[in-house]
DNA sequence: GTCTATATTGCGATAGAC
DNA sequence: GTCTATCGCAATATAGAC
């Protein structure tokens, strides 16, 4: 009865069983999150979409907040990689902070991240483990990252500020803005690639410059 | 047999009896929201906490719905009202900025605005018109006055920039940091006054000059 | 399929405003 | 005293859990 699709294994080599099997059931386990919140869902719920036993859930995931973690981190895991420190390296300072601005956009407007921030923000208070778990892997962690970078910029006398975690937090606050949040509201569909392109370019422009001319 | 507390009315001279039903039952019924969402409260719930009957509230609000948007417009006017004030005329631009930051800050790191933020994102796909209050009378708000003082100070040639609306976005997207996210996420409890003052002016330091030495 | 929880409604009784 | 809002309680409907 349950469905046909036979994705059952072998098909990808370098993965067993198991990590195909915990694939599969992560990627149908998430939008059923997303749609009913944490709460809202049950595990039966999912073995409804993906088939097969409550049991494999279980022991691969001990429990239905493993299971929402291991969601969370998967998806962190794909999405921050290439924020990753060594894609920036050897790079000046405006192209660094472009890229990483852009590539930060890219992550938090992404439909699956966008739905992650709603569910995290609507049960964090709840589940605080699962909050922690979020902003760790997503948000805190591109901060961690800007700093880092920040400060061997700063080292090197590139740049000059008191509080490099401080305003990495901020970096990353001007890219999630407030067409992110009218995103999140659903007031606003996905911003075109231009205007994500021009609103990187403007605000590297104004964390490395500032708006007030120079002379 | 009913509760004692004899409130009833006459106290307030310059409202009805309807008018003080209804604040009542906002009031105590917005915490219950707040802590338990939209769908983990029920109309019950409410009665228990604000007495009286069910009839009451639907003949006022109509629907759970009608009260639950009830208690949202009515806290965003009196929580986000503190953001309409021109404080800001006749000062200088570093002046000017610091104070939007710093009532900016305030405001939306209450508790009331936080509980409002996580109530919205979480429901805010369901409830549009809902998010779409909320996100004018408050970001889209604070951005659209930023902005009009940005092309202010633009005309006058204080600053330089493109595009003044999204500068505005960008900064207020600034004070909305990773603190803000924490603190929405139960992770962090309110920055302490002298590190949010510390924050406002880093701030406004980035946004004006930015992080690159001049020289 | 039964059972429970909960949104919604109906209506007579009561209490406060004028 | 009349009028209206509110109360109290019960009934209906329905969706989801078991």
């Given at each position: 009865m349950a469905a046909g699709k036979k994705t059952t294994a072998t098909e990808k080599p370098g993965k067993s069983r198991q990590e195909t099997r915990r694939e599969e059931i992560i990627k149908a386990a998430a939008p059923v999150f997303f749609e009913h919140g944490f709460a809202g869902t049950s595990i039966d719920d999912i073995i409804a979409k993906?088939?097969?036993?409550k049991r494999t859930i279980y022991s691969e995931f001990g429990s239905k907040e493993g299971l929402f973690a291991a969601i969370v981190t998967d998806n962190a895991r794909h999405a921050l990689a290439?924020?990753?420190p060594e894609a920036m390296a050897g790079r000046n300072l405006d192209a660094t902070l472009l890229e990483f601005a852009r590539e930060l956009n890219r992550v938090q407007m992404s439909p699956t991240v966008l739905a992650l921030y709603r569910l995290v923000v609507a049960e964090g208070v709840r589940f605080p483990e699962l909050a922690k778990l979020f902003y760790d892997s997503g948000p805190g962690l591109a901060s961690a990252r800007l700093s880092q970078v920040l400060k061997e910029f700063l080292e090197r006398g590139d740049i000059a500020l008191d509080d490099p975690d401080g305003a990495a937090d901020e970096f990353v606050g001007m890219i999630r803005d407030n067409r992110h949040l009218k995103t999140v509201l659903g007031l606003m569909s996905r911003p075109s690639a231009e205007d994500t392109e021009q609103r990187a370019q403007t605000a590297v422009r104004i964390f490395l410059d500032g708006v007030r001319p120079r002379r």
């Open positions: 993906v088939g097969g036993s290439a924020l990753a």
